[in-house]
């Protein structure tokens, strides 16, 4: 019988940890979307100045959200990630609107698809 709360505890706590884990990272991810949608309406504004703030403002919240995610998410994802960026901000400084705005669409589906790939859901354990 003390076996079983123990295990009951253990899963229990599991089941906390991984909602704590859904929370955290999908609030992570709308701030980085926020961040991406402020460079979108630069964009859209022809701000270059400003789109360029935001762009460097984008990739610093990047830098710090993607150290903790490395543990969890595949390094692919993040690579690909990390190479839009940089391709959206070369666009950006030769101010290619269009080109900054595909990538946009771009990093928004990558960003979207981490917490919906990460979720602790059956489709993802089977």
């Known amino acids: 019988m003390?076996?079983?709360?123990?295990?009951?505890i253990i899963f229990v706590l599991i089941i906390l940890g991984s909602g704590y884990y859904s929370y955290a990272l999908t609030k992570s991810i709308d701030n980085i979307e926020v961040k991406l949608s402020e460079v979108e309406a630069s964009l859209l504004n022809h701000n270059w100045d400003e789109c360029n703030e935001k762009t460097e403002a984008l990739m610093q919240d990047w830098e710090k959200?993607?150290?903790?995610?490395?543990?969890?998410?595949?390094?692919?994802?993040?690579?690909?990630?990390?190479?839009?960026?940089?391709?959206?901000?070369g666009y950006i400084r030769?101010?290619?609107?269009?080109?900054?705005?595909?990538?946009?669409?771009v990093l928004r589906m990558f960003f979207r698809h981490i917490p919906e790939n990460e979720s602790l859901a059956l489709i993802n354990i089977l």
């Open 94 to 105: 030769v101010k290619n609107k269009e080109e900054a705005l595909v990538t946009v669409g």
């Open 2 to 8: 003390k076996s079983f709360m123990v295990a009951m």
């Open 65 to 89: 959200t993607q150290k903790w995610l490395k543990a969890i998410v595949n390094h692919k994802e993040i690579d690909v990630i990390i190479q839009a960026l940089y391709e959206m901000k």
